[in-house]
Each structure stands twice: as C-alpha cells, then as structure tokens.
C-alpha cells in the first residue's frame, strides 16, 4: 500500500459471485508468479530450488513428505533445523520406520501436535513394508497413507512429483482470497478460494507454482502491510484495485478460548532427577513424556494431592499459562523432594535437562526448578 493512500477496510465484504479478471488474464497469473518465483525463492533444506530444478535435479519425496508434516502449525524458522536433524538421524523413509516409537516422538518434542509424530512413524512403515520404500505419486494414493489429509496429499503430489494438484494452505488461502476478493468469510469460502486456487494453477510446473504461492503469502502478500507495490501479482489483484488488501480473507470474529486448569508435581530424587510419566497413547500429548498431574478440566476437583505421584511435603512453586490450539491451559506446579520412606507411583527418572519434553512441560518443570533452586 503506498504512503498516504488510506486502505478502505469493510467490516464484512459482499458475497462475490463472479470472478474478478476473465478467464484469459488468468492465464498470465502463473508466468508473473513463476518468473518472481526464478529471482525470489526462498532457499529451504527440503527445496529443490528452480535454478537447480533447471539443471534437472528432482525434489526427495520424504523430505518433502517430512518438511510438510513439520510444517502443519508450525513456522519455518522453528522447523528448519528440526528438519535437518530428523533426515541426519534418519535420512531415508526406511531409517524412520524402523525407529522405535518412542525415539521418533523424542526427536519431535517441542514442534507440537504430537499425534502428528505417531502418524509420522505409521505413514514411514507403511510407506517402507507396503510401497517398498517408495511414495505413492498420486494425491489419491498419498491420502491413502496414514497421517496424510487433503491438505498434505496435494503439496507431496505437486511438489514432489509435480502433479497438477491444487494446493492451498494458509498463505496460500490468503494469497488467492485478495487475488479474487472473496468476500464471503472464512471458513465457508474455502470450497470458493480452492475453486479460484484450480483456475489459475498451471498444468505446467505445478510444485514450483505451489512453492512460489507459499513463498508470496510469507513474504510479499502477508497478513500485515502487505507489498502490493512490488507484488507481482498486482495487476491480477482484485482487492489491490480496491485498495483494501487487509481486508481479505473475510473471517468471523473468534470465540473466546475457553480455560482449562489442573495441577501438576515436579518430583526429585536425591540426585536431581525428575519422575516423568508416559502419557495414555491417544489424546493431547499422547505417548509423550510429562510431569504427572491431574486431569485438565474447566472446574478441576478441589484435592488436587490425590493425583500427586507420590505422600509428600509438596511446595507450591506458582502457576504457568500455556495456551493449546483451542483452549487456554492455567497448571498450579507443586515441587517435592524424595525422602527415605516415600513411596512413589511407576515412572521414569530423568535429569531435567536431558528430559525431551513438550513446551507446556518445560515450562512447568523450568517453574518447580526455579522454585526449588530459590526455596
Ligand atoms: Fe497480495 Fe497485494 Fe499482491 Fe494482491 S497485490 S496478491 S494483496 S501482495
């Protein structure tokens, strides 16, 4: 948006019913993109970049598969040197499948979501004991796999394979929604922005017009101040013309997140360690390490001890805030020490710092540490 032009923000748009450049101009959309895509992508480990892909190198598609996976929910800077340490440990789908379980979620702790691991490891052993090692090319085949949606079924069969598939994440949601100037709102309007996504995706060089989408909506048409004035897309851009780019996609007001509570025990032995329980498999954080606690619920019990793992002199060491996709987590930490007598439930123990645990258990455990250390 230039200076001193003031963007006209509706609150809702109208429905649009017909789109916004005729049919033949939107056949230019995917060579503008392609060729900013040639001097602007950006350079990421699991990329085969259009310069190399012109000297004939073709995208990994478990590394494609991987960084997608990573990728749900997850930024890119977060993800880039996790994504580096997966393929070092494991470089290929047949390394992964034949990891324990237990070692994959280890390696994920942190990047959240963690039924996502679990399915992570089902989809590599499907992929090596049922496909030979080798990935459906198909968006029909990969959505067949384990852990694989819609969503990760078209970026895997465009990207890796080029398959002419339709890929729409949030970028591009929010790219394509300007482009037309959908005015419908989120999330009803998908159906229409995939619609609009088909009908200016090219039958040629479908991964690399995938990538380049993605890369505009991070870099050029962001949520935020977008650079219209150096978009090159512009020319096609509906919402650019109505100098109210901001105001795309529609989306309705969020309801409030609701609050959850619960309490939880950092116990230490007498060499420092930490108890840690395996979660139950399924559920928030299933199969994942954790301080033992009680259950997460919006009115919690009032004899929070009776799920403490062991009978002791517990310290309350404050509260922590962790806030999950839809709800708010508030967890009181208590902190023990063992002494002779105590008796305490099955678990691992761990030093603190070699724990690999999810980000609401670190907090948890860095706020029993600090308590302890200063008490
Ligand atoms: Fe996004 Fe602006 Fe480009 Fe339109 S012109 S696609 S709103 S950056």
Same mark, same amino acid.
């Given at each position: ?8 923000? *509706? ?134 796999? *384990? ?54 995706? *090219? ?19 962001? *949520? ?152």
């Amino acid at each position: 948006m230039a200076d001193g032009v003031k963007p006209i923000i *509706p609150k809702t748009m109208p429905a649009r019913k017909t789109l916004p450049n005729p049919p033949e101009k939107l056949l230019s959309v995917a060579p503008a993109l392609l060729a900013w895509y040639g001097r602007a992508a950006r350079d990421l480990p699991w990329r085969v970049g259009p310069a190399a892909r012109r000297k004939g190198a073709r995208p990994d598609p478990y590394a494609v598969w991987l960084s997608e996976i990573m990728l749900q929910q997850t930024t890119v800077a977060t993800v880039r040197p996790r994504f580096e340490a997966f393929l070092e440990r494991w470089p290929t789908v047949e390394a992964l499948a034949a990891a324990p379980v237990e070692d994959v979620l280890a390696e994920w702790a942190g990047l959240g979501y963690y039924a996502r691991a679990r399915n992570l490891h089902k989809c590599a052993r499907a992929v090596a004991l049922e496909h030979g090692g080798v990935f459906p090319q198909t968006e029909e085949g990969l959505r067949a796999l *384990p852990g694989i949606g819609a969503y990760t079924a078209a970026a895997v069969a465009a990207i890796a394979f080029d398959a002419p598939a339709v890929v729409v994440d949030g970028n591009v949601e929010r790219v394509v929604a300007r482009l037309f100037a959908i005015g419908e709102p989120l999330p009803k309007a998908r159906p229409e922005i995939r619609k609009a996504a088909g009908s200016i995706t *090219p039958r040629e060089r479908p991964g690399d017009f995938a990538q380049a989408m993605m890369d505009l909506g991070a870099a050029v048409c962001t *949520p935020r101040a977008p650079k219209c004035l150096i978009c090159p897309l512009a020319g096609f851009c509906a919402a650019f013309k109505q100098r109210a780019a901001e105001a795309f996609p529609v989306k309705k007001a969020k309801a409030e997140k609701p609050t959850r509570r619960g309490a939880i025990f950092a116990f230490f032995n007498s060499k420092g360690e930490v108890l840690l329980e395996r979660r139950e498999d399924k559920g928030l954080l299933g199969g994942m390490l954790g301080l033992p606690g009680t259950a997460w619920a919006e009115h919690p019990g009032a004899d929070v001890f009776v799920s403490a793992p062991a009978q002791a002199k517990w310290i309350e060491a404050g509260a922590i805030r962790h806030t999950f996709t839809h709800f708010h987590l508030d967890l009181d930490v208590y902190f023990a020490d063992e002494n002779r007598r105590t008796e305490c439930v099955m678990g691992e123990w761990l030093e603190p710092e070699a724990a690999r645990l999810p980000t609401v258990m670190k907090k948890a455990l860095g706020r029993a540490l600090a308590a302890r250390k200063s008490g």
